[in-house]
T-cell receptor, first 113, second 115 residues
Framework: DAGITQSPRHKVTETGTPVTLRCHQTENHRYMYWYRQDPGHGLRLIHYSYGVKDTDKGEVSDGYSVSRSKTEDFLLTLESATSSQTSVYFC????????????FGEGSRLTVL | QKEVEQDPGPLSVPEGAIVSLNCTYSNSAFQYFMWYRQYSRKGPELLMYTYSSGNKEDGRFTAQVDKSSKYISLFIRDSQPSDSATYLCAMSEGNSGAGSYQLTFGKGTKLSVIP
């Protein structure tokens, strides 16, 4: 158990509203990631962080922003949610970069109407 | 051609069967190969982790990597109903190169083991 908590776990919102998903970890992992999982696409990286205030874009970053002001928290923001952002969002953490041993949270299921 | 190809299934087998799950890939720079297991409405969890080519065994699970053929496999012996899940392959270039932070996942194969 990597001590990852995602909130909220479920959210329904309207198109055009802002949404923030939170990932909180208790194990002091340096690297944190946000993925989305969609049928037919699998897991795709949105943004990642390699330290406090150090973030970069992943494969599908358009329409998303992130912030990491503390080691333990990584926030994903949808500034103006669209129906195409309906998805299950997973936070993940790792101790080392690149080698692939990720620990995932339980997921946040977002529906944009 | 997608970077990682994985048959989505679904795959249904009787309890006790040997299961073979496979992925092919096109990026020859991949060095680290993983299998994740994901139960319904849960996050993926790392099941097997292999560096470069070869076999790795852990209990009923065996992971094989053939870099010359760009092909990886996961075998499950004596499959159990508790093995029913979606299995995701994943690959990484490792600690160098522009892609070093990113895993590339297959789309997952849904497995059902019938008692």
């Amino acid at each position: 158990d990597a001590g990852i908590t995602q909130s909220p776990r479920h959210k329904v919102t309207e198109t055009g509203t802002p949404v923030t998903l939170r990932c909180h970890q208790t194990e002091n992992h340096r690297y944190m990631y946000w993925y989305r999982q969609d049928p037919g696409h699998g897991l795709r990286l949105i943004h990642y962080s390699y330290g406090v205030k150090d973030t970069d874009k992943g494969e599908v970053s358009d329409g998303y922003s992130v912030s990491r002001s503390k080691t333990e928290d990584f926030l994903l923001t949808l500034e103006s949610a669209t129906s195409s952002q309906t998805s299950v969002y997973f936070c993940a953490v790792s101790r080392a970069r690149g080698a692939g041993e990720l620990f995932f949270g339980e997921g946040s299921r977002l529906t944009v109407l | 051609q997608k970077e990682v190809e994985q048959d989505p299934g679904p795959l249904s087998v009787p309890e006790g069967a040997i299961v073979s799950l496979n992925c092919t890939y096109s990026n020859s720079a991949f060095q680290y190969f993983m299998w994740y297991r994901q139960y319904s409405r849960k996050g993926p969890e790392l099941l097997m982790y292999t560096y470069s080519s070869g076999n790795k065994e852990d209990g009923r699970f065996t992971a094989q990597v053939d870099k010359s053929s760009k092909y990886i496999s996961l075998f499950i012996r004596d499959s159990q109903p508790s093995d029913s899940a979606t299995y995701l392959c994943a690959m990484s270039e490792g600690n160098s190169g522009a892609g070093s932070y990113q895993l590339t996942f297959g789309k997952g194969t849904k497995l059902s083991v019938i008692p």
